[in-house]
């Protein structure tokens, strides 16, 4: 379900014009690039699986994706022993929960808290405006 549509204020206090569609794209892109850097960095561990998990968890509510054990295992590109052990361990830290709703549930049995969902959208809105000022500085030194 799609949150209506705002933008956060940043802990330095910077209003960026973010949108629930810029967070949610910019959380896909991350899955995405996770998913393929393997192919740019052959023979590298990357970072913690739970991260990964989290974020597919952050945008399978708003894209309409399933949570089920083989669903996260294929979006974090982890084994189904390991999804579910992260799984546990954000269900464990009540990051995410069990889907109650008798409608939804089948294809999305777990959902991520509002908690940690507005946390990661901070975070997101962090990104976006330091990537916004980033490449306007870019832009303004290239002249």
Not at 25 to 49: M, W
Not at 120 to 140: E, K, M, V, Y
Request: hydrophobic share 35%; charged share 20%; aromatic share 10%.
């Amino acid at each position: 379900m799609k949150q209506d549509e705002r933008a956060n204020v940043r802990k330095d206090g910077v209003q960026p014009n973010v949108t629930d569609s810029m967070r949610y794209a910019l959380a896909e892109t991350i899955c995405t690039q996770n998913r393929s850097r393997a192919q740019f960095i052959p023979n590298v561990q990357f970072g913690d699986p739970v991260w990964d998990l989290m974020l597919h968890l952050y945008t399978a509510e708003y894209f309409e994706r399933s949570t089920t054990i083989v669903s996260l295992s294929k979006h974090t590109g982890t084994p189904p022993s390991v999804a579910e052990r992260c799984l546990n361990y954000l269900l464990e830290q009540e990051a995410a929960f069990e889907n109650t709703n008798q409608y939804s549930k089948k294809t999305m049995p777990y959902l991520i808290s509002d908690e940690t969902k507005a946390t990661i959208g901070s975070w997101l809105d962090d990104c976006i405006a330091n990537l916004q000022t980033g490449l306007s500085n870019a832009a303004f030194n290239a002249h």
